[in-house]
């Protein structure tokens, strides 16, 4: 009998150690794609993400929750809060996992390289935290490192036209496809790590004159 009553304390203290008003998280994950249903067995666990890489995706499955309980996301970049989610009520009981992500290709966080943090609060309290790596792989950025001008200039190029057509967001596709390519060669080759730099700088010129 006194073994029996061990055994259910240490189970009840198994269950309240890892509940928030009795919600259990039964998996959570950082990956590349949007869940279509609760079941992310399929899905791929990413620790790291690029900045030619479509979304991050934050998901996370529960029990237990109930009809008026709330949860809400918070996105830290390098220690700041990047963005914070709406806290969202649930409803009813049939509410068995969420996901939220943020896009990255395309969006601010591609020119945001470092580390990133998403927090899961439930009833206003943190249940959950993951953390994640954002790297860079674009060779205008390896090439022009110490020339934040430059860097600017382009940026504003391709915010502003390339990605306001459907040619010139192919090009930018391209040219994010191709980068980590071109950033291991510039690495081997100081003489093309000149040379592309050298081609940047000079169409970074043009645009500033231009505009």
């Not at 203290?13 to 249903?37: C, H, K, R």
């Not at 009520?89 to 996992?97: A, E, G, Q």
């Not at 966080?109 to 959950?128: E, H, K």
Request: with cysteine.
């Amino acid at each position: 009998m006194k073994g029996l009553i061990i055994l259910l304390a240490g189970f009840v203290f198994l269950f309240t150690a890892s509940t928030v008003n009795a919600v259990v998280i039964t998996n959570a994950i950082m990956t590349d794609v949007e869940p279509s249903s609760c079941d992310a067995s399929e899905l791929p666990v990413v620790p790291a993400f690029y900045e030619n890489d479509k979304l991050a995706c934050f998901f996370v499955s529960f029990t237990y929750a109930k009809a008026g309980d709330t949860f809400q996301t918070k996105w830290y970049h390098n220690g700041q809060l990047y963005i914070e989610g709406d806290t969202t009520m649930v409803s009813s009981f049939s509410l068995k996992c969420m996901s939220r992500s943020i896009k990255i290709f395309g969006a601010e966080p591609m020119d945001m390289p470092g580390n990133w943090n998403v927090q899961f609060y439930y009833n206003n309290q943190l249940l959950l935290q993951w953390g994640f790596e954002l790297k860079e792989r674009c060779a205008a950025r390896a090439a022009l490192s110490d020339d934040s001008e430059s860097l600017n200039a382009l940026r504003i190029f391709r915010d502003q036209a390339l990605n306001k057509t459907l040619y010139g967001q192919k090009a930018t596709e391209l040219f994010y496809k191709y980068s980590p390519a071109l950033v291991r060669a510039m690495e081997d080759n100081p003489l093309l790590k000149a040379s592309v730099r050298a081609l940047l700088k000079t169409c970074a010129s043009v645009i500033n004159r231009v505009n």
